[in-house]
């Protein structure tokens, strides 16, 4: 049984900062890719960034110089350092790993709420 934990959503003002943790365990032979997906009310799911094994990224345009994803192989953790955040950075945020178990698929988190507003 995999399970990806998510923490460090919340309220936050135009301008500030957070970080988004997300921890998968159970039983992983290994994992090729962990990111973040975002949906704000009434959009579809959308790729915020995403990072694989050795350390390679890639972004959404909208987040590229303020967001930054980070990853540690040896906790199954990834982060996201979200800077400079805007009302337009409002959502759920999702966690997804790319993984291998005893078959290989895709598994999400439960969605931490990032909210920028003054």
């Known amino acids: 049984q995999v399970q990806l934990v998510e923490s460090g959503g919340g309220l936050v003002q135009p301008g500030g900062s957070l970080r988004l943790s997300c921890a998968a365990s159970?039983?992983?032979?290994?994992?090729?890719?962990m990111g973040w997906y975002r949906q704000a009310p009434g959009q579809q799911r959308d790729l915020v960034a995403a990072?694989?094994?050795?350390?390679?990224?890639r972004y959404a345009d909208s987040v590229k110089g303020r967001f930054t994803i980070s990853r540690d192989n040896a906790k199954n953790t990834v982060y996201l350092q979200m800077n400079s955040l805007k009302p337009e950075d409002t959502a759920v945020y999702y966690c997804?790993?790319?993984?291998?178990?005893?078959?290989?698929?895709?598994?999400w988190g439960q969605g931490t709420q990032v909210t920028v507003s003054s």
């Open positions: 997804y790993a790319d993984l291998i178990t005893d078959s290989t698929g895709t598994y």
């Open positions: 159970g039983s992983i032979f290994r994992i090729n890719a």
């Open positions: 990072i694989r094994s050795r350390g390679s990224t």
